[in-house]
Structures are given as C-alpha cells and as structure tokens.
C-alpha cells in the first residue's frame, strides 16, 4: 500500500493483542495507523488501553439491537466512517452474520487460540489438554461466514506440558498470540498478503499451508 494502512480494531475484553499492534504502530515496527477501536462492551479494558494511546473509541452494545443482523449493519456503518483499509478482530466475542463478514471479505482477519481446524470455539485450551494432545498453539485466519473456519496464514505451535492446566497453558499460547498476530497485520498492511480467489497470496506465491512458527523460531520476515 502506498499510505499507511488504516486499520479498525474490533474487541471485548483486555485487548492484549490490541495492545502489541498500539506498540508496533508507535514504534515504526507496523506500518499502520489504528484509526478507532470498537467495543460491545463498555466495561473492554481494551478501551483504556486505545485511551492512553490517544486512539478515538466506540462503544455500541449488542444489547440495544433486537437480533445480530440488525446490530451488525450498525457496527458496519460505523466501521464504514471510519474508511478502514483492515478490520482486526482482537477478542470480539460476537458471532458475525454472512453479510457482514462478506462486507469486509479479504480484509478481515482473526486470531484463534489453537491449531485450526482443530477446536474451533471456545475452551480451546482445555479441550487440547483433554483430548491429550502434545501441541497446542494459535491461528491468524481470514475471516469467513464460517465459525473459524476461514483460509490459515500463520499458526504458532507450543508443547502441552504434562503439568499443563488451562490457565497455564492459555499463557503460552498467548504469548505466541503477541508474536503472529502483528506479523500478519504488517504483511497486509505492506501489501504482501492478499487472499485470492484460489487461496491466501504472500509475496505473490499461494500458500499450500500456513506459515508455521515455534517458540525457539525467529519470525519471517
């Protein structure tokens, strides 16, 4: 892109990765700017965090439209005012509706706390301990109408620990959260990723898998 990417951040809670994408913005490292940060809920820590980074907030509350399509053809024509090159979603605990994510198709991106397709959903790091599993990690995926479901660009893989429960285990994992997460976003932010129509494009080459990173690994460039 020629100009700094525009970037809406959508949450509802601490706004962790929100914060790693504010750090990378101010010190050079991504080249975007974050242009508001949209909340369903007034009480999202993540708002003081856009606050203190001078960043313009938004609250509208999925409480005072009657059903999700409704609520989401709201939150779309705020994000709309906003001209936003990139919707980042960072813990926005809504389910989205066809036509809202089709809106912002090959511009939306999510992270999800495990190796997907396994553990779409909730409770992902409980039920990786349950079903036994040696490894564990995060996603960052296009958005599709899909739960979860959307084209992979880049997963992080930690161990499962025999001593592991799931708060220890989330730890972990978000960790690796704070590394891809803004890795992705710079790659569309500098116009090197693109999902295509046959698959997810970066550098110009489609990708047959997603980049794959472990804790030890330097990032891609």
């Known amino acids: 892109m020629s100009h700094r990417c525009r970037v ?4 509802s809670g601490s706004g962790s990765n929100l914060q790693t994408l504010i750090d990378g913005a101010a010190d050079g490292r991504l080249p975007i700017d974050i242009v508001t940060v949209i909340s369903n809920r007034a009480d999202a820590y993540g708002l003081e965090r856009a606050a203190r980074a001078a960043i313009p ?9 009657p ?15 906003y ?8 813990g926005f605990m809504r389910i989205l509706s066809e036509a809202f994510v089709d809106r912002y198709h ?34 960052v995926h296009f958005v599709t109408p899909d739960l979860d479901a959307g084209p992979v660009i ?23 959260e704070h590394r891809i997460y803004p ?10 990723l693109r999902l295509e129509a046959d ?3 970066l550098d110009g080459r489609l990708l047959h898998e997603p980049v794959r990173v472990r804790p030890d690994e330097s990032l891609p460039d």
């Open 8 to 11: 809406v951040v959508l949450i």
């Open 57 to 65: 907030t938004r609250v509208i509350s999925h409480r005072d439209y």
């Open 67 to 81: 059903d999700r399509e409704h609520y989401d053809q709201a939150l779309a024509a705020l994000i709309d005012d």
């Open 83 to 90: 001209q936003p090159d990139l919707v980042v979603l960072a």
């Open 106 to 139: 090959g511009r939306m991106l999510n992270i999800h706390p495990s190796l997907l397709p396994l553990f779409r959903g909730l409770h992902t790091h409980q039920r990786a301990i349950e079903a036994g599993h040696g490894e564990h990690g995060c996603s």
């Open 154 to 176: 880049i997963q992080a893989r930690v161990p499962v620990l025999p001593d592991d429960d799931e708060a220890s285990l989330a730890r972990r994992v978000q960790s690796q």
């Open 183 to 192: 890795l992705a976003v710079k790659w569309f932010a500098q116009g090197r």
């Open 199 to 201: 698959g997810i494009a």
